[in-house]
């Protein structure tokens, strides 16, 4: 484990205050007084090789009906919402866009992009009805800057539609096998998307325990 950084700053929101929440053998984890956000110490992160290492571990198929119903969790509600016709973009996709497959079949046109596995940066130059993040956004090492990215792929009224595990409390972090993964750096609460949603005038619905819905104005 490398030194402790000297810049803890929300990679979020850039706010200063960011006491250190957690530590164990591996890492350090900070929570951020302000969006709660909470992140691994900069000097605890993999490099981008062992990361890209981490990622081609994963297993999923576009084609496996297991991780299709995972993903039906994000899916079906986000369907349920979009106007026919909507065309979206799966941010994050991995190696495996099972997700994009599956809308596609319903009749929703979307398109991937990934900086490892779909890295096709023309993508992030257009704009989009919808945009799915799943399994991603703990992944970010700077969430405030892909945010901002996210936000700005959408038009007026447009979804943005993410999955990941919400934290809580201390003690249920001491012993949450989310933060194992090593590729996890970034871990969201309830607290932190309704603070996001708040400061960026979004719609916000949470539906069931790790799908969070936020909606863009239609206007100004």
């Not at 591996?26 to 981008?48: M, T």
């Not at 969790?73 to 190696?95: I, K, V």
Request: charged share 25%; with cysteine.
């Amino acid at each position: 484990m490398s030194a402790l950084s000297h810049d803890l700053s929300c990679p979020l929101c850039d706010h200063i205050e960011t006491p250190l929440f957690w530590q164990d053998e591996r890492r350090r984890y900070h929570r951020c007084d302000r969006c709660r956000l909470i992140f691994v110490d900069p000097g605890c992160r993999l490099d981008a090789t062992a990361e890209k290492a981490e990622y081609d571990l994963h297993e999923n198929q576009t084609d496996d009906e297991g991780y299709r119903r995972f993903l039906a969790r994000l899916a079906d509600p986000l369907m349920a919402r979009l106007p026919a016709g909507s065309q979206g973009l799966d941010f994050g996709c991995g190696p495996g866009p099972a997700l994009a497959a599956m809308l596609n079949e319903a009749g929703f046109a979307t398109t991937t992009y990934d900086p490892y596995y779909a890295h096709y940066p023309a993508r992030l130059q257009q704009k989009y009805d919808f945009v799915c993040c799943t399994e991603a956004i703990e992944h970010f090492y700077r969430p405030g800057r892909e945010w901002q990215q996210l936000l700005t792929l959408l038009r007026p009224g447009g979804w943005l539609a993410i999955m990941t595990k919400l934290a809580r409390d201390q003690a249920a972090f001491a012993n949450w096998h989310y933060k194992q993964d090593p590729t996890h750096v970034s871990f969201f609460s309830r607290e932190t998307f309704l603070w996001l949603a708040a400061r960026d005038g979004l719609g916000i619905e949470f539906i069931g325990a790790d799908v969070i819905l936020l909606q863009i104005p239609e206007s100004l």
